[in-house]
């Protein structure tokens, strides 16, 4: 099988560790490409001269079998914007602390690469937004896995958002920015500013204000139906345009809009893995501080 390997940023003295969790590729009948990014980190520690390189531009869809992305869950977004509309299935090799999408520790690389080889996983489609409007956004990957954001630039004050449900209006939120979220990103930026958690299969988009003005303002979702229309109103110039981890500045009477991708991401769900358990080791749900049990009743 070949694979397309990517690996943006990682902590220092982490490229031997990347050299030796490729070692196994070969072993297992598997051909490694590497990103440009990936193949820069690599070379100061030895990596082979005649490790294949990405070439610049769209993936061909029928070149590789998966796309592995090597450190946290922001390497995994990048290597989602990178893959494109390409389709080919993505599966996170944790390098980071978190993991959350990048689920694979570093110890079960090859127990993962043979389970590939195998046929031992499921492919889950996740829902992914794509964002149109500001000129800025031209020439950029237009997609995002965990949400579409606009906020203010820096220091700036306040901005606001007008939102509207295709035509319909819904709400202006003065805040420090707004955010429109998949359910694969209810567990990052939203979350973090408020926003409920979704299960990953279900069809709906979530919008949450950042720092809102109005305490009685509170998250909202909404059928991913929608088409959701922003624009936005600042005092400064420039405001921010996020999707996912890439950001562009945008003029600050923007307007965005933002709708369910047409297609979606294909992640690789090996076994014993779902977005559950994830929940339970990764947000500690049902852990009890108090005696460190895990819930399901223990204890009770």
């Given at each position: ?122 492919i889950r489609t996740r829902g992914m937004l794509q964002a149109s409007g500001p000129p800025e956004l031209s020439g950029i990957h237009d997609h995002a896995l965990n949400e579409v954001s606009v906020t203010k630039l820096d220091s700036a004050s ?6 509207f449900l295709g035509d319909e209006y819904l709400n202006t939120y003065w805040a420090d920015g707004l955010i429109v979220s998949t359910p694969t990103g209810s567990t990052a930026y939203s979350m973090s500013c408020g926003g409920p958690i979704m ?102």
């Amino acid at each position: 099988m070949r694979l397309a390997v990517n690996g943006r940023t990682m902590e220092a003295g982490m490229e031997p560790v990347v050299h030796d969790i490729l070692r196994p590729v070969a072993a297992h009948r598997h051909q490694a490409v590497a990103t440009p990014a990936l193949a820069a980190r690599l070379q100061p520690c030895g990596q082979p001269s005649d490790l294949p390189v990405l070439p610049p531009g769209p993936l061909d869809p029928t070149a590789f079998h998966f796309f592995l992305a090597l450190g946290g869950d922001g390497t995994f977004l990048d290597t989602v914007a990178r893959s494109g509309h390409s389709g080919i299935p993505v599966l996170g090799i944790n390098l980071g602390r978190l993991g959350f999408l990048s689920t694979v520790r570093i110890e079960e690389v090859d127990q993962a690469l043979e389970a590939l080889g195998q046929g031992r996983f499921t492919i889950r489609t996740r829902g992914m937004l794509q964002a149109s409007g500001p000129p800025e956004l031209s020439g950029i990957h237009d997609h995002a896995l965990n949400e579409v954001s606009v906020t203010k630039l820096d220091s700036a004050s306040m901005i606001a958002v007008e939102v509207f449900l295709g035509d319909e209006y819904l709400n202006t939120y003065w805040a420090d920015g707004l955010i429109v979220s998949t359910p694969t990103g209810s567990t990052a930026y939203s979350m973090s500013c408020g926003g409920p958690i979704m299960h990953p299969a279900t069809a709906a988009m979530v919008i949450t204000p950042i720092n809102a003005h109005n305490l009685n303002v509170r998250p909202f979702v909404v059928p991913d139906h929608h088409t959701i229309h922003l624009r936005v109103d600042g005092r400064a110039d420039r405001c921010l345009l996020n999707l996912d981890s890439r950001g562009v500045s945008i003029g600050s009477h923007a307007s965005v809009s933002v709708r369910k991708a047409p297609t979606g991401l294909r992640l690789v769900q090996l076994e014993g893995q779902d977005f559950l358990h994830t929940l339970r080791t990764k947000l500690n749900w049902g852990l009890d501080l108090r005696s460190g049990l895990s819930g399901r009743g223990e204890g009770a």
